[in-house]
């Protein structure tokens, strides 16, 4: 598929890291980024947009007396712009059923841990207390239950002795920024989408831990 037919929407919540990584993968693969779209104003990530000639827009949760509500906002937006995936980059909000059915198997996530471990926030941490060996990033289908879909890809890092938060976080963030794009890819070119609940690449449905990418 040409580059110019394949387009994705981002939702993002701040810094926008991912979106950078995604913005400077693009340049050189097969999807195009149609537009940015944040639930907070100030969100960093709207600049990284701004700067790459990105249509962006806010729509602020806060503007909304209810989940259901900005869920209906949300997802009108997304279908004005018409994109073909839907890629979720740090974005803070929880999707609620009715939109997850809306847009089902369009939808992306990047999770900071070996999923099904430690859904939600502070995985890194989690991980250090646990006295894991390893922790990592999934990238996973988005379905209604929390960082429950269906797992597409996962990398790991070690924990180290005396590791920080910060510091995993980091190695975390370096994996995050090289998967992304890659499984984005996957889905622009065709070879990647989920059926009845499972994740197909290739043709063929993978483990439900995902594929591991190694250097």
């Given at each position: 598929m040409e580059q110019s037919h394949y387009h994705i929407v981002v939702l993002i919540s701040g810094g926008g890291t991912n979106l950078q990584a995604l913005i400077d993968a693009s340049k050189s693969s097969n999807y195009k980024i149609s537009a940015v779209i944040s639930n907070k104003p100030g969100a960093f990530g709207l600049q990284r947009a701004k700067r790459s000639n990105i249509p962006s827009l806010t729509i602020d949760h806060q503007s909304f007396d209810s989940r259901g509500n900005f869920d209906q906002a949300l997802g009108d937006a997304i279908e004005e712009?018409?994109?073909?995936?839907?890629?979720?980059?740090?974005?803070?909000?929880?999707?609620?059923?009715?939109?997850?059915?809306?847009?089902?198997?369009?939808?992306?996530?990047?999770?900071?841990?070996?999923?099904?471990?430690?859904?939600?926030?502070?995985t890194h941490q989690r991980a250090i207390d646990a006295g894991d060996k390893e922790h990592g990033v999934s990238v996973h289908f988005v379905t209604?239950?929390?960082?429950?879909?269906?797992?597409?890809?996962?990398?790991?890092?070690?924990?180290?002795?005396?590791?920080?938060?910060?510091?995993?976080?980091?190695?975390?963030?370096?994996?995050?920024?090289?998967?992304?794009?890659?499984?984005?890819?996957?889905?622009?070119?065709?070879?990647?989408?989920?059926?009845?609940?499972?994740?197909i690449l290739d043709h063929e449905e993978i483990s439900p831990t995902g594929v591991f990418i190694h250097p």
């Open positions: 712009i018409g994109p073909n995936l839907i890629v979720l980059a740090g974005f803070m909000r929880v999707l609620g059923t009715d939109f997850v059915n809306r847009f089902e198997g369009r939808v992306l996530n990047i999770h900071p841990s070996l999923l099904p471990k430690y859904p939600g926030i502070n209604a239950d929390l960082d429950g879909g269906p797992v597409i890809v996962q990398e790991s890092v070690p924990i180290l002795k005396n590791d920080t938060r910060e510091a995993l976080a980091a190695r975390v963030l370096e994996k995050e920024h090289v998967v992304y794009p890659k499984v984005v890819s996957w889905f622009a070119s065709g070879r990647l989408h989920m059926e009845a609940g499972k994740v």
